[in-house]
């Protein structure tokens, strides 16, 4: 079995505080990669050909963008294409993201936003709005992926919240899953879609797609 896709932590430092995040670290500043870190996975990524696509997470990456910068020019004797997952804070400057998206168009292929209504504590939803703008004009994928537990806000509410850019962009919702903080929530709270004593419950960060 191989993999054509791969996800890379870049870092677990983030600028919020989600209390529903899958990481129990109780703590948003964590470990970033060094760049000797990073020359060894890219390396490796170099070495392993089958991988056409970098997924890069967090944390929340663009709190990096020149890591994130140094990921996209590595030298993979290849083309890769790129997706980052982030909660778009950076669409506040629309003249730096509007520099970026320009600048990387032809490799980023995916942007996955992180809304809801533990985001939206930290996150201003304009910002979001403004990279989907961006990503239209630059022929950019772009999509909104929220959690969400039985009391509290619905999917339909970021729908609302978004209006027309719903029509713009990607939704997908799913609950959220009782691990790392998200353990302090009253169990009558969660969307039981899964049965905890059959399955693994972990935080996925990315689905990986395999070539048999």
Wanted: aromatic residues 12%.
């Amino acid at each position: 079995m191989e993999y054509n896709h791969i996800a890379l932590l870049l870092t677990e430092d983030c600028n919020a505080r989600c209390k529903m995040c899958c990481d129990s670290r109780g703590t948003v500043k964590g470990h970033t990669l060094t760049i000797d870190e990073l020359n060894t996975i890219l390396r490796n990524i170099k070495d392993y050909t089958s991988i056409e696509t970098i997924g890069i997470t967090g944390g929340e990456p663009m709190l990096y963008p020149e890591l994130v910068e140094y990921i996209f020019n590595y030298d993979y004797g290849r083309k890769l294409d790129f997706t980052i997952k982030t909660n778009g804070f950076w669409g506040d400057n629309i003249y730096s993201s509007s520099k970026f998206l320009n600048k990387y168009k032809d490799i980023i292929i995916n942007i996955s936003f992180s809304y809801d209504e533990f985001h939206k504590e930290f996150i201003n939803l304009d910002n979001i709005k403004n990279i989907i703008d961006l990503c239209i004009t630059y022929k950019i994928n772009t999509d909104i992926v929220g959690c969400f537990l039985n009391d509290g806000m619905k999917p339909g509410d970021v729908l609302d919240e978004l209006g027309n850019h719903a029509y713009l962009t990607k939704f997908l919702y799913q609950p959220v899953v009782n691990t790392g903080s998200a353990k302090k929530f009253d169990d009558s709270s969660f969307i039981k879609l899964l049965d905890t004593n059959k399955h693994e419950i972990k935080c996925l960060f990315t689905v990986l797609k395999t070539i048999h």
